[in-house]
């Protein structure tokens, strides 16, 4: 396919990068290990909290190709990247999935993984990205009641189909298996405890999520918000936990086992309530290869325009993402009162 010349960036402002690029590291001391990437916008469900029902996809060529794709993290990869997850969107609509996570682990990867909402792939094709390099797999799952569940996505699909990906997954060896759940006051705090049975009963990570300011409805507010520490103590009452840290100092989710010796593990993941900005070692790049910095970026940094430039070579590539990523700012704002909302919702960011 000719992709257009593009004449014109929707960059915001970004300063030149002077001097060797070395690795990607922010002005706050902060290096990069983690990139997220949103392979595709598109999405079979229209989660309350994500995608309004008649959101307006972009157009395909807006979006980055495969071969855009692995270029971006070959580069990133030199520059120190470790680890990558798909996220979207729904990465799994996405046509050449496989064909991409093949290519994509052949870079030399520590780790590859991918965000799903478990309700488009069957056995064979979670096996078909388990041969092709993909380690690990987190599923989100809000809720275990289809009436629930089926009012939450806005789809016909049920939680049981949800949790016969979980268990497909947990066959073929995307392990160890996590599932997300973001917790709403008033929508689905009933089921904390369902859900900590779940871990319990599946042997999986739940990584209880607090409700973040990224809707596209902007229904967002602070009462709605169940905060970790409201979680942990619901959860404690019936099942005792005990903290076992995080997976790395850079990891979003806090982790708690069960004090009974049961399986399965409780993450919670407080954007809101406890920030985790100062160790962050992400960078985010959007299905229509905008770099954001940050989960809460303001500024996009237009790197769809530098990778089409007829010419342009990896080194292009590697000083504009050094030059974004000192753009990374120290921390979110969501608690000043001048408080921006990014343009984009979360399935437009790659959460
Ligand atoms: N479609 C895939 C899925 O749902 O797992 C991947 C993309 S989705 C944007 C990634 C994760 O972001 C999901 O676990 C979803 O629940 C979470 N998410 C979306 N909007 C959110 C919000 N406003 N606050 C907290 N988490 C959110
Ligand atoms: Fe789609 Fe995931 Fe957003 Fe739900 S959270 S609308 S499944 S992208």
């Known amino acids: 396919m000719r992709l257009p010349v593009l004449q014109h960036s929707r960059s915001d402002p970004l300063p030149a990068f002077d001097g060797p690029v070395r690795g990607l590291r922010d002005s706050h001391g902060r290096t990069i290990r983690d990139l997220r990437i949103s392979i595709t916008d598109r999405c079979n469900f229209r989660c309350v909290y994500c995608m309004e029902p008649d959101v307006r996809f972009m157009r395909k060529v807006e979006l980055l190709t495969d071969a855009e794709i692995v270029r971006v993290v070959r580069v990133c990869h030199a520059l120190g990247v470790r680890r990558v997850r798909l996220t979207g969107g729904e990465p799994s609509v996405h046509p050449t999935l496989a064909a991409l996570i093949g290519d994509l682990w052949a870079i030399g990867l520590d780790d590859l993984s991918m965000t799903t909402n478990g309700s488009v792939m069957s056995e064979a094709d979670l096996a078909e990205c388990r041969n092709a390099g993909l380690q690990r797999l987190t599923i989100s799952l809000d809720s275990l009641r289809p009436d629930r569940f089926a009012a939450l996505t806005r789809s016909a699909t049920s939680p049981q189909r949800v949790l016969e990906s979980i268990s497909a997954a947990k066959r073929v060896g995307l392990e160890p298996v996590r599932v997300n759940a973001v917790i709403m006051r008033g929508f689905n705090d ?58 790395r100092t850079s990891s979003p989710a806090t982790r708690y086992r069960f ?32 770099v954001m910095p940050c989960l809460f970026s303001t500024n996009e940094y237009d790197l769809r325009f530098v990778l089409r430039q007829p010419g342009s070579t990896d080194d292009d590539i590697a000083r504009f993402l050094a030059a974004a990523t000192l753009r990374k700012q120290a921390g979110h704002t969501m608690h000043d009162e001048h408080y921006r909302q990014p343009d984009r919702p979360m399935s437009a960011i790659g959460g």
Do not use: H, N
Not at 198 to 222: F, H, N, Q, V
Not at 268 to 287: D, E, H, K, P
């Open 259 to 290: 004090v009974d010796g049961a399986p399965g593990r409780i993450g919670v993941i407080a954007s809101v309530t406890r920030a985790f900005c100062s160790a962050c070692s992400r960078l985010r790049i959007t299905a229509d290869g905008m």
């Open 190 to 247: 009933d089921e904390i405890i369902d859900l900590a049975k779940l871990a319990r009963e599946l042997e999986i990570d739940m990584r209880l999520i607090e409700y973040m300011p990224l809707d596209s409805g902007r229904r967002w507010d602070l009462s709605k918000v169940v905060t970790a520490d409201e979680m942990l103590e619901r959860i404690t009452g019936m099942f005792p936990l005990e903290p076992i840290g995080r997976e």
